[in-house]
């Protein structure tokens, strides 16, 4: 229980403190891009608006992941936190389209030249973005929390669109009127690099809500402890599927058919044990006991098929 209100608490400080830090950069954006006369400023601007609505989602997907199983929710809340990470990755693509279609409307528009201090308001905000997306996604990673990853890449993101609009502006600034446009160009290519990271975000929720397998080295790992507790003698299936910072796992584990059911059930037990005490990710192990039986001969009581080439 402590573990999961540490998770939550720390959840919560990283969302909500990039939920303040998006708000404050919206107006500060929109306001320099209009008074600089920078449309690429601007749009960056409302990009972050989106930055704020998902920092919002996903605030709200960590509180309700994080309450404990009831009677409608056996197995707890935890995949809100996906649905929150496919909700944020729908934002970054339909930011991505905004971006393309306002850039590609701002590009056949006659417009005053950018002035050069939006370029000093860019570079703070690619410092502190850049820097809040290294910390967010520190974060992300020793939580296992896919909505706190997806809102890491929306800074990124946002840092992205902003060295894009600075690398247009610069180029609008050295280039004269006839490069006016250039800050439009650079924005489309950045809409690229975020529907891209919009879609990377949006597949990873989607394979939590399907209930994906995690890598391969956790099944190992989950196989090898089960398969060391003493009157184990195999372990015939592992399936292992993950809910918020979770995991559940599911195993048929084999024991000698000729021992008690007592004796089973405490081998069963202390495989449970051993492997939430190794991995404390694994919120539940439900097992399921099968009679080990000679080799060669299957559960349905038919020899199993005999490798070719063997007697």
Same mark, same amino acid.
């Given at each position: 229980m +402590?573990?999961d209100?540490n998770?939550?608490?720390r959840?919560?400080? +990283?969302?909500?403190?990039?939920l303040? $830090?998006?708000a404050?950069?919206?107006?500060i954006?929109?306001a320099a891009?209009i008074l600089g006369?920078s449309?690429?400023?601007?749009a960056d !601007?409302?990009?972050?608006l989106?930055d704020?609505v998902?920092?919002i ?7 309700v992941?994080?309450?404990p199983p009831?009677h409608?929710h056996p197995y !707890? @809340?935890?995949?809100?936190e996906?649905v929150?990470?496919?909700v944020v990755? /729908? ?5 991505? !389209?905004w971006?393309?279609?306002h850039a590609?409307? !701002?590009?056949?528009?006659q417009?005053a030249?950018? @002035?050069p201090?939006?370029?000093v308001?860019?570079?703070g905000?690619i ?5 809040l ?7 992300a990673?020793a939580l296992?929390?896919v909505?706190?990853h997806s809102?890491?890449w929306?800074?990124r993101?946002d840092a992205? +669109? ?6 247009g502006?610069t $180029?609008a600034l050295?280039g ?6 250039? =800050?439009?160009v ?6 690229g690099? /975020? ?13 939590e809500? *399907?209930?994906?397998s995690?890598d ?7 196989r090898?402890?089960?398969?060391? /507790?003493a009157g184990?003698?195999l372990?015939e299936?592992? /399936? ?6 979770s995991l559940l $796992?599911? *195993? @048929?584990?084999h024991v =000698?058919?000729g021992?008690s059911v007592?004796e ?10 051993a492997?939430?005490?190794s991995?404390?990710? $694994?919120?539940?192990?439900l097992?399921h006991?099968?009679p080990?039986l000679?080799?060669?001969?299957? @559960?349905r009581?038919?020899?199993?098929p005999v ?5």
């Amino acid at each position: 229980m +402590t573990q999961d209100r540490n998770r939550l608490n720390r959840s919560l400080r +990283t969302t909500l403190l990039g939920l303040g $830090v998006n708000a404050a950069l919206s107006a500060i954006k929109i306001a320099a891009g209009i008074l600089g006369h920078s449309a690429a400023l601007v749009a960056d !601007g409302v990009e972050s608006l989106a930055d704020v609505v998902s920092s919002i989602i996903v605030w709200r997907a960590v509180v309700v992941a994080a309450e404990p199983p009831d009677h409608d929710h056996p197995y !707890g @809340h935890g995949k809100a936190e996906a649905v929150a990470a496919l909700v944020v990755g /729908i934002l970054l693509l339909g930011a991505a !389209g905004w971006i393309v279609f306002h850039a590609m409307g !701002g590009a056949a528009v006659q417009r005053a030249m950018p @002035h050069p201090f939006t370029l000093v308001v860019l570079l703070g905000v690619i410092v502190l973005k850049e820097g809040l997306y290294r910390y967010v996604m520190r974060e992300a990673l020793a939580l296992e929390s896919v909505a706190v990853h997806s809102d890491a890449w929306h800074h990124r993101s946002d840092a992205i +669109t902003s060295l894009a609009a600075g690398v247009g502006i610069t $180029v609008a600034l050295l280039g004269g009127p006839d490069y006016r446009s250039a =800050d439009n160009v650079a924005a489309m290519l950045a809409s690229g690099v /975020i529907a891209w990271n919009g879609w990377v975000i949006f597949a990873k929720a989607f394979d939590e809500l *399907m209930d994906a397998s995690p890598d391969q080295d956790v099944i190992d790992r989950i196989r090898a402890l089960a398969g060391g /507790i003493a009157g184990v003698v195999l372990v015939e299936k592992c /399936i292992v599927r993950k809910t918020g910072g979770s995991l559940l $796992v599911d *195993m @048929h584990v084999h024991v =000698d058919g000729g021992m008690s059911v007592n004796e089973a059930h405490r081998i069963a037990h202390e495989v449970k044990d051993a492997v939430r005490s190794s991995m404390p990710q $694994v919120l539940d192990v439900l097992i399921h006991l099968e009679p080990a039986l000679p080799a060669g001969v299957s @559960h349905r009581g038919a020899s199993a098929p005999v490798p070719p080439g063997n007697p």
